[in-house]
């Protein structure tokens, strides 16, 4: 019987050679024989590191010994451009770019926390969105904030994706000091050892020393070193394609657990609650436009400052009370024209706590916090109109929240837009007897740009200047190219 031949494996040098018979392995666009180490992994990630590099070489040229203007914005699209997907091309690109450029557009105008804001927030969805170009809206906003909550774990991207660094630092064997150790040993040579050579070659060679610290100060270089570092830390998880994950919304505990709310006690409530309202609201209507008299010794501004802010705390306890009992209002016919009642009465409310704080404006002037109490009062009341309108016409809680929360939006993208300190000054210098040193701790926003005094001091406002074009705001340069004349708003000497 003829024996069988076998040959429990081939030579090395024929398995090398031949690794192109086996099934193609492909890595980074590139082909090799199986078991060979990638320098890079499947995701094209040397592409995104040769990004990260470049966006770290802009925003230095962008930022670094400039104030912040529309360099901002340059660099926030410089950031989408290098997150985009590899196999994108310009599919499902449009909507997230449409989003990118609206949220840029406040910084633009103003750089201001409020403006910064929106653009990270714009940033964020679009980078979220052309990753999941076919994700709903709930999803796609669960999606970017899972990616903010992901931003300290995802920092550690860029040593990840350097050759050798993955196992020596983030490596999952062994505990920190282990990895601690590893990384002393592998690199603590050839870094101080480098570091000892360049400063010996520094002091022997004027010319070396002329290459490697150029007229640059060892610390000016080091906060310079600094700043490259925490710009790489900060855009890596935009340029990564790493694995997004969405937050998990709580469950809705609904209003059927508060203790003492049910049918009968929302009926009585209703009727109670809609005869309190309605007397202050007749009382306020008496006073505000009837032209009643107040009680003795109280003042017209004192009347508005008293009753202004509670009255909003009101209405916003008459809106939390509306969701509360929305479950139990198909218990009885009446509920709903009662809670619809309600509602409108607390708007109307809202309106009145607008009127007395107009005529507080309109004696002790206008500040910031006014301001932002009166878009509040008007956001109070659109949302209590909202309400009603989910009552009338049973609509969800989703529709309310989705209306609540384009509305906020809005407004605040309005709002920076808005030169509220250009708004309180000219509101202000119409007053019989202005304030003056609250007027100058205002800034050159006001728009001022001539001395004017008070009292034994004075004050000068000047438009902040543009050095450069990363510099470059709208209203900054609106300020500084045309000016504006006290003339026109006030008294100014």
Not at 224 to 248: Q, S
Not at 444 to 467: K, V, W
């Amino acid at each position: 019987m003829a024996q069988q031949l076998i040959i429990s494996g081939v030579p090395n040098s024929v398995a090398l050679d031949a690794w192109w018979l086996s099934e193609e392995t492909v890595i980074s666009g590139t082909k090799g024989p199986p078991g060979s180490t990638p320098a890079f992994a499947t995701d094209g990630r040397a592409w995104r590191l040769i990004g990260s590099i470049l966006l770290v070489a802009l925003a230095d040229y962008l930022f670094w010994g400039h104030q912040a203007g529309v360099s901002l914005a340059v660099f926030a699209v410089a950031v989408f451009l290098c997150g985009l997907p590899a196999d994108r091309s310009g599919k499902g690109v449009l909507m997230p770019a449409t989003v990118l450029v609206l949220s840029v557009l406040p910084v633009v105008d103003f750089v201001q926390p409020l403006s910064v804001a929106f653009l990270l927030s714009g940033l964020v969805v679009a980078i979220v969105w052309v990753r999941h170009p076919k994700g709903q809206v709930l999803e796609l906003l669960l999606l970017a904030l899972g990616f903010l909550t992901d931003l300290p774990k995802n920092w550690l991207g860029p040593v990840r994706a350097i050759p050798g660094l993955k196992t020596t630092i983030v490596s999952d064997a062994g505990g920190g000091w282990t990895r601690v150790r590893q990384f002393l040993r592998n690199w603590g040579l050839p870094i101080g050892g480098t570091m000892v050579f360049v400063t010996l070659l520094a002091e022997a060679n004027p010319v070396f020393q002329s290459l490697v610290t150029p007229d640059i100060a060892f610390g000016h270089l080091l906060q310079r070193a600094l700043f490259w570092g925490g710009i790489a830390l900060i855009i890596w998880p935009f340029v990564d394609n790493h694995p997004l994950r969405g937050l998990n919304p709580r469950p809705f505990v609904g209003p059927q657990t508060i203790p003492g709310l049910n049918g009968g006690s929302v009926l009585r409530a209703l009727w109670v609650f809609n005869a309190l309202i309605g007397v202050q609201t007749v009382l306020d209507l008496s006073i505000l436009l009837g032209g009643a008299s107040l009680p003795e010794g109280m003042s017209y501004a004192s009347y508005a400052h008293r009753g202004a802010y509670p009255l909003l705390v009101t209405a916003l306890l008459a809106g939390a009370f509306a969701l509360a009992a929305r479950p139990f209002l198909d218990e009885n016919r009446v509920l709903k024209p009662l809670m619809v009642l309600w509602l409108a009465q607390n708007v109307a409310l809202c309106g009145a706590a607008l009127m007395r704080l107009d005529l507080y404006v309109g004696t002790y002037g206008l500040t910031y916090l006014r301001i932002y109490a009166q878009i509040w009062m008007g956001l109070v009341a659109a949302g209590l109109a909202l309400v009603g309108w989910q009552v009338a016409f049973r609509k969800s809680n989703s529709w309310l929240i989705a209306r609540t929360g384009i509305l906020s939006v809005l407004v605040l993208y309005c709002a920076s837009f808005v030169n509220f300190a250009h708004v309180i000054a000219t509101r202000n210098l119409k007053l019989s007897e202005p304030d003056y040193a609250y007027l100058c701790s205002l800034g050159p926003m006001t728009g001022m740009h001539i001395s004017y005094g008070y009292p034994n001091s004075l004050c000068y406002f000047e438009a902040d200047p543009i050095n450069s074009w990363q510099e470059w705001g709208f209203r900054k340069w609106r300020l500084s190219r045309y000016g504006a004349d006290l003339s026109s708003i006030g008294p100014g000497i």
